[in-house]
């Protein structure tokens, strides 16, 4: 794996890069104004994208949008930064794309662990004190396009959401 961006991806400055690649990919597939970044720490940026993403989706499902359409280029926007993490990182094998996931994701406030294979818990999500059990749903395509892109294949399906009520989220990726 190449370590030189594992590490920068490590750091407050990857953090805050993710988080800006986020909030600009995630506002074109709105077809929305990227809100404004400058001056705040990562965690005010995670704040703001957490915002941000509720605020989009929950117009989408207002306005009546075809969540089907918005819900496919989501996922291939995640899909496409996460095979470009992948051919940026060279993982080994799949060991060294989970590893890849729980970096991104730790980065954005989401802790998770693999149960067993293929199982997939969500112990703490960032974003679940924003989101509405619709609007989780919609931005899931985000999760499952990040998974599929970084492993080349897959799919990602939860099964259940903090969002829902439940203690953690599980998902299977097979």
Request: hydrophobic share 40%; with cysteine; charged share 25%.
């Amino acid at each position: 794996m190449n370590r030189l961006i594992y590490c920068v991806l490590s750091s407050k400055f990857g953090a805050y890069l993710e988080l800006r690649i986020l909030m600009w990919q995630t506002a074109k597939v709105f077809n929305t104004e990227v809100p404004k970044a400058g001056g705040r720490s990562a965690s005010e940026l995670l704040k703001a994208y957490a915002q941000f993403t509720a605020e989009e989706a929950t117009r989408a499902i207002q306005n009546g949008d075809n969540l089907e359409t918005l819900h496919q280029k989501l996922y291939q926007m995640a899909y496409t930064l996460g095979n470009r993490l992948r051919r940026w990182l060279r993982p080994k094998d799949e060991k060294d794309c989970f590893g890849i996931i729980i970096l991104l994701y730790r980065n954005i406030g989401i802790q998770m662990e693999e149960e067993s294979s293929g199982t997939i818990c969500v112990c703490k999500c960032y974003f679940s004190d924003f989101y509405t059990p619709e609007v989780c749903s919609i931005i899931s395509a985000i999760d499952q396009g990040i998974f599929a892109g970084i492993y080349q294949s897959g799919k990602l399906a939860f099964r259940e959401r903090i969002t829902d009520g439940c203690d953690v989220c599980r998902a299977d990726f097979r």
